[in-house]
């Protein structure tokens, strides 16, 4: 009932979701700590935004707030690295959470109706269909496109797409139940990309039931150019068949 009642309040502002998207899926990228006292609702946030037509959604548990007296469960130092990339390029001095970053273009601090904002100018926005395909000899080919300014890099992230309950017992969010959806567990610079086509091998899956995403970009944190997601399954077997 809690759960329930706090995903209402989040979603309230919300207006209703297309179901349909022009140039593909809008990545929602969630930046966030167990041991943060404000990133409960972002968190639930980010859980609602999984089930919603047109976004694929992530949780990037960070590290740096591990000091608190609460160390994340999730959190990889990669992952802070990978916000820290994206600060940057937003021109900003330091990273902080939560922060939500969409399509590598916009950045915000969670507010549902910001993030909702930004979501829906990140499907009017204009992105070249770019080609991309897991292919039977288990690697993940990316076809040709205009390259971005200062050249592309491609991504694997495999991520838990089940919802996660992680009891907190120490630090400042000590006795609550944090929500977790869609977590990063495996992050890989498969290489870079000049517009040019090519293809990468797939490392072996850290875990079993992870979902694989590859996310082609501007490089250094730059614009997401484009997305493709397979089952655990298909990863899997991908890997298998190196």
Same mark, same amino acid.
């Given at each position: 009932m809690k759960r329930a009642a706090l995903l209402m309040t989040i979603c309230a502002g919300w207006l209703a979701a297309g179901q349909a998207w022009a140039s593909g899926p809008v990545l929602v990228e969630l930046f966030t700590a167990q041991g943060c006292s404000s990133c409960v609702e972002a968190n639930a946030m980010i859980a609602h935004l999984a089930d919603r037509p047109g976004v694929v959604a992530l949780t990037w548990s960070v590290d740096y707030w591990d000091y608190l007296g609460w160390k994340d469960t999730f959190a990889q130092p990669e992952f802070a690295d990978r916000q820290r990339a994206y600060d940057k390029r937003f021109g900003l001095r330091d990273v902080y959470t939560p922060q939500v970053i969409v399509d590598g273009a916009a950045q915000n601090s969670g507010d549902p109706a910001a993030v909702d904002r930004l979501i829906r100018a990140a499907r009017r926005a204009p992105r070249k269909h770019l080609d991309m395909e897991m292919r039977e =000899?288990?690697?993940?080919?990316? %076809?040709?496109? =205009?390259?971005?300014?200062?050249g592309g890099e491609v991504w $694997? @992230?495999?991520?838990?797409?089940?919802?996660? =309950? !992680?009891? *907190?017992?120490?630090g400042d969010n000590r006795g609550a139940t @944090?929500?977790?959806? =869609? !977590? *990063?567990r495996q992050l890989t610079r $498969? %290489? %870079?990309?000049?517009?040019?086509? !090519?293809?990468?091998?797939l490392p072996e899956p850290s875990e079993d039931g992870l979902t694989t995403l590859i996310v082609v970009q501007g490089d250094h944190g730059g614009r997401v150019l484009g997305l493709l997601e397979t089952d655990p399954s298909a990863a899997k077997a991908a890997a298998q068949n190196r």
């Open positions: =000899d288990g690697r993940i080919a990316v %076809g040709s496109g =205009d390259r971005p300014p200062g $694997l @992230i495999r991520f838990d797409p089940r919802e996660q =309950d !992680v009891v *907190v017992k120490a @944090i929500p977790h959806r =869609d !977590v *990063v $498969l %290489g %870079g990309w000049s517009g040019r086509p !090519v293809s990468f091998k």
